[in-house]
């Protein structure tokens, strides 16, 4: 195993100290920040909150620090000029315990580089089907972006997914080292509220969508359905004028946050969700928490949150089929879904597979990968509700 550069002033190797015997200094290595809005971003700020109230020091390496320019086809998303030696300095002035590189992109890169040269054992994350979204916008084969994230994050000493249908896939792949880490819910800002007639000033039932208004999140599979009642999308992104000049009977809603976007929320009779190839679904876990039944296709993420209970929602091949199926689910039974989910125990999982990665601890099962094969290719909901046992 690679060993820590000395991290104190007698050369200890952090590597074999116990948790809280030496204060803990993560650097989380980012090219997904604000004012970004998305569940990478929600993600890394509520594992932040709770990584303080667990005393781990955390410091952030982002496309702040950096010059960037806008993503071409996508220029909502800046990609920093990641110089090597700037980067190197950013890190090491945090005399890090741990580093983990949560995105294969410039900074991430950068990152991964300069581990491999100071022998710094690291940790990545796998939050977006980088492959599908990007041969989707350019004429790129996902065989080669796919050998691309292999060698990324098959260099690290674990690589966290959020779920086992997910860790299943990419092991088939040929990614290794593999540790959940699934997700939470602050259920007392999204909760049930109390129903208008005609939210928006529209008819009943509400069909609502919450995410980025963009290409890869599959929205016209929703918007095409012939429904009674209206739908709404909530959110900003690039393809968001295109679609609302193609869908003029649609409510869009722009970005909306906080309190605010919990009443939203609260008053949709259904949650769609759409997507293909997202990694999990945060915007799940907000609608179930609001009392909202689910309406998805049966991939990753729904299946592993919803998965075949028809009494929190409904997955189905055809999407006006699982839309329709979803307005009897109970309302009830989705916020008790939600319940069983938290960012205490997420980031408890996060931060012991950090520990595991840098062998200050020992899982008992050492690669998730393994255990992933094991997994059941269908299951009732509840199986593996809330954050997957690590097993540390």
Known sequence: MLQHP????????????APGSLPERLVIVTDAWHPQVNGVVRSIENTNRELAKLGVEVSMVTPER??????PTYPEI??????YRRVAREIEKHKPSYVHIATEGPLGL????????TRMPFSTSYH???PEYVSARLPIPKRWLYAFVKWFHNSGAGCMVATPSLARELSEKGIRNLMPWSRGIDAAQFRPMELEEKPFGLQRPIYMTVGRVALEKNLPAFLDLDLPGSKVVVG????RAELEKRYPDVFFTGLKFGEELAGIYAQADVFVFPSLTDTFGNTILEALACGVPVAAFPVTGPLDIIGEDGEVGALHADLKVACLGALSASREKARDLALQYSWEAATQQFINNIRAANGVITPKWKKAWQYAKTLPKSRKAGDAAGPMKSGT
């Open 128 to 130: 977006t089907r980088f």
């Open 110 to 117: 950068t990152a991964r580089r300069w581990c491999l040269s």
């Open 66 to 71: 950096f010059s960037s320019f806008p993503c």
């Open 78 to 83: 800046r990609l920093s000029i990641a110089n």
């Open 236 to 239: 900003d992104g690039p393809a």
């Open 6 to 17: 000395s991290n104190n002033d007698r050369g200890e190797s952090w590597a074999n100290s």
